[in-house]
């Protein structure tokens, strides 16, 4: 029970709260609903923010408001117990665990695997040890009738006559072999082991010594004069080491360690993961404060963006009737200077279809023209009509700027639709209404909500900064 009660308190609480650290080393700069800050946090905030390549920087008087919108946008949001929601659970959990998980790998547990890939490679490769060899290839289908491969075979020994009477095998592997990749190395093949090539192949090139060449062999794929360039033992784990590390970085074998740790961990323990990695992320943290703001900007960033999604962006973004309203209110913010045109311009094949295509959507709402047309003209596999729809001005379409704005325009004729035509109105003061604007006032709006619901968060919770801390921020 007690594990367990500990897990819920990690799920709750800030996941600072459960640091402590002297306050001599590092004072508290502001406390925040009752909680205290301490200067670290607040720097690592701010520098993250403030790092070079930000094009927004602020001074630290300036980030200081935007750091305690922030917490009190956290705990409202643990107020409001998103939290407990399962799927922020989950993604916290995912995120936390992607920092935690190398960390629980040591040097000793990667030089440990790496040991263990070489001695498997050792066993694989056996006593036979490695060979490299090269190869002539006069191919053959295997299904093939007899006569191409009778006809192979004569090209193979004549081959093969050749090189005993002197002939340079690697001249030869180029100018001759079927096998075009190590035909242009001259015939060579990097090293192997037993039971990486055909078994022909194996069986002839493993009793050779180097320098020796065998007969005409026959496989599945033809007939391989082979010549034995080099056999060796696999060298001493040192000289791998590095190439083995390198390998096991770039398949991602540090996460399948920590995970086999975990399991092992847990099964011992008797807990959950969850439950383990909770308590490692605590106990890694108390000694790693970049792992434990780390793990907290996750903890806040996750709540922060479900209670701002639901309150204010998605909010906004879904609100019509209060986009509508605040459209209206402000409406003297989204004049234009200079017209727009309301409209389509469209192409057509015959003259009857440029009434059409107006009789069909002069009685419809802006937003719902593209699916009439559509639905009525390009329904089928035969294209009636191309249309480009929107809210011109000046410079955004040939067509629209030479028959409704009047300019020296050259319009392209479009092939296969040689009748150009527009429909809409001119707007000269401005929008009809918020759709033709919808994704400035959406970002208006939501700029709205956002303060108010700043301004409404500062009353309900208490903050207090200390100055005098605060002077000292990267200055201690």
């Known amino acids: 029970m007690k594990k367990i009660a500990i897990a819920a308190i990690l799920a709750v609480v800030p996941f600072t709260a459960m640091m402590s650290q002297s306050q001599a080393d590092d004072p508290i700069i502001m406390t925040v609903n009752g909680q205290p800050v301490p200067r670290s946090e607040f720097e690592y905030s701010f520098n993250k923010n ?15 408001d935007l750091f305690i919108d922030y917490k009190l ?30 960390m629980l790998v040591t ?4 030089e440990a695997e790496a040991h263990k890939i070489y001695d498997e490679t050792v066993e694989r490769i056996g006593p036979d040890g490695l060979i490299k060899t090269s190869h002539i290839l006069i191919r053959a289908e295997q299904q093939a009738p007899q006569a191409e491969w009778d006809a192979a075979k004569q090209r193979a020994d004549s081959i093969y006559k050749a090189l005993k009477a002197g002939a340079d095998f ?3 592997a180029k100018k001759l072999s ?9 015939g060579e093949l990097p090293f192997i082991s037993r039971g990486q090539l055909v078994k022909e192949y194996e069986d002839a090139a493993f009793a050779l010594q180097p320098g020796e060449m065998s007969q005409v062999v026959k496989s599945s794929y033809g007939y391989h004069i082979i010549k034995m360039d080099e056999r060796k033992m696999l060298e001493p784990f040192e000289e791998h080491h590095d190439a083995i590390l390198k390998f096991m970085e770039q398949r991602n074998m540090r996460d399948q360690i920590a995970q086999q740790k975990v399991d092992e961990l847990v099964k011992e323990k008797g807990v959950s993961q969850q439950q383990f990695m909770e308590e490692k992320a605590r106990e890694l943290s108390q000694n790693d404060t970049e792992l434990r703001y780390l793990i907290q900007e996750y903890h806040d960033g996750l709540l922060l963006y479900e209670i701002s999604n639901n309150l204010v962006w998605d909010k906004a973004a879904k609100d019509e009737e209060g986009l509508k309203n605040f459209f209206n209110k402000h409406k003297a913010n989204y004049g234009w200077d200079e017209p727009r045109f309301k409209g389509m311009a469209y192409h057509v094949k015959t003259k009857a ?14 937003d719902q023209w593209a699916e009439a047309l559509r639905s009525t003209f390009n329904s089928d596999s035969v294209i009636r009509i191309r249309v480009e729809k929107g809210i011109f001005k000046p410079g955004d379409n040939a067509l629209i700027d030479k028959v409704v704005f009047k300019k020296d325009t050259v319009v ?14 001119l707007l000269k003061k401005g929008p ?18 956002e303060k108010e619901w700043v301004a409404d968060l500062r009353r309900r919770y208490s903050f207090q900064v200390n100055q005098d801390v605060l002077k000292t921020v990267n200055n201690h």
């Open 170 to 172: 690697a001249e030869l």
């Open 353 to 366: 279809d440029v009434k059409n295509v107006k009789n069909c959507v002069k009685k419809l709402p802006f």
């Open 432 to 449: 009809e209404d918020y759709t033709d604007v919808r994704g400035l006032v959406v970002a208006d709006y939501q700029e709205a909500l």
């Open 73 to 102: 946008k956290v705990f409202a949001a643990l107020d409001a117990r998103y939290d407990t929601l399962t799927s922020y659970q989950q993604e916290f959990a995912m995120y936390r665990d992607q920092q935690v998980m190398p």
């Open 107 to 110: 040097d000793e547990d990667m």
């Open 412 to 425: 392209t004729p479009l092939a296969d639709y040689p009748i150009d035509a527009h429909y809409g109105k």
């Open 178 to 186: 079927q096998d075009p990749g190590s035909a242009r190395q001259g």
């Open 50 to 64: 403030n790092s070079e390549g930000v094009i927004d920087k602020k001074s630290v008087e300036e980030y200081v």
